[in-house]
């Protein structure tokens, strides 16, 4: 195991999720269940390695027949037009 990709994984993601939608509604669910935020957690992170995992395998099988070069500029192009279309909706 590569711990310095490890690691890159990791901050970029968590950076990335920190204030995320998906974040957000854990923590509203949580603040509906404080009683039980074990299981608001165990089922919010189940749900995030369930996607990550739907991600890796994804990503490893288009790698397959897609150059990485032009996977890395149609996710930025991904990101500009989403971009581009919340600014236009604000």
Do not use: C, H, N
């Not at 269940?33 to 919010?44: E, G, I, Q, Y």
């Not at 994804?58 to 070069?69: E, H, I, P």
């Amino acid at each position: 195991m590569d711990i310095k990709l490890l690691f890159t994984i990791f901050g970029t993601v968590f950076l990335a999720e920190l204030g995320d939608k998906t974040q957000l509604a854990t923590f509203l669910f949580a603040s509906r269940t404080p009683s039980d935020l074990f299981s608001v957690f165990v089922a919010a992170s189940l749900a995030l390695v369930a996607a990550s995992a739907i991600a890796v395998a994804a990503g490893g099988l288009v790698s397959q027949y897609v150059d990485q070069k032009y996977l890395s500029y149609a996710a930025g192009l991904g990101f500009v037009l989403v971009g581009l279309w919340t600014i236009w909706r604000a």
